[in-house]
């Protein structure tokens, strides 16, 4: 079975530029997860989906980000006016159910701000 | 806020050397997942320990959780240069939210052939 499938793995964007981060979760699971990892820092809980519901985006900066599921098509993390803090590699994680499901991880999308 | 302290920051030991790294919290947690990452990848979980005083072996690897889950042990013995990378640990909290993981800082651990 193919893991959660993340893209772009690299991505360089300008202050102010638009990034889109692509994840597929694993074959048959339904709930998505997005953390950060920022230099020197633990990863971080951003953001939790089923499709088409946003269920807990407490870890979330609370402007220029957000992220969807859709019915069809992989989840996706937006990020607008992207700033040089942003630069972080941002991870994808996938699992069945949330009590007692395993969460895998995808492999990471590296953003870099210049 | 739960946190997870892992110690130590850093280890460069030598193949063949046993080694143990911590994880500890005031926080209980319901379960701990201990996690490896290589430069430039995602981590993979190595293992999960639910209850408290739980053993589990991964061939060389032996992680140990807590009484009071509050914290965690790994141990490798006769380590190799396969072994090098950063070694996280990852505690689910309490009431079913387990996708919210809060993880460590990690230890960067290297095996010099």
């Known amino acids: 079975n193919a893991g959660v499938m993340q893209n772009p793995r690299h991505l360089v964007r300008r202050r102010g530029q638009e990034a889109r981060l692509r994840c597929s979760p694993m074959k048959g699971h339904s709930h998505v997860y997005w953390y950060r990892q920022l230099p020197e820092e633990g990863l971080k809980f951003m953001v939790y989906?089923?499709?088409?519901?946003?269920?807990?985006e407490s870890g979330m900066p609370k402007e220029r980000f957000s992220a969807e599921f859709p019915k069809e098509g992989p989840s996706i993390l937006r990020i607008q006016q992207v700033v040089r803090g942003d630069s972080a590699a941002y991870f994808c994680a996938s699992s069945r159910g949330t009590t007692g499901n395993t969460i895998y991880f995808g492999e990471g999308s590296w953003l870099t701000v210049v | 806020t739960q946190l997870l302290e892992q110690s130590p920051q850093f280890l460069s030991i030598q193949e063949g050397e046993n080694l143990t790294v911590y994880c500890n919290s005031s926080?209980?947690?319901?379960?701990l997942q201990w996690y490896r990452q290589e430069p430039g990848e995602g981590p993979v979980l190595l293992v999960t320990v639910v209850t408290g005083g739980e053993v589990k072996k991964l061939k060389r690897l032996t992680f140990q959780f807590g009484d009071a889950r509050k914290d965690s042990s790994l141990h490798i013995t006769a380590a190799q240069p396969g072994d090098t990378g950063l070694y996280l640990c990852a505690g689910e909290s309490s009431g079913g939210s387990n996708y919210k993981l809060t993880f460590g800082k990690g230890t960067l651990l290297t095996v010099n052939p």
């Open positions: 989906l089923q499709k088409e519901n946003i269920i807990d």
């Open positions: 926080s209980v947690f319901s379960s």
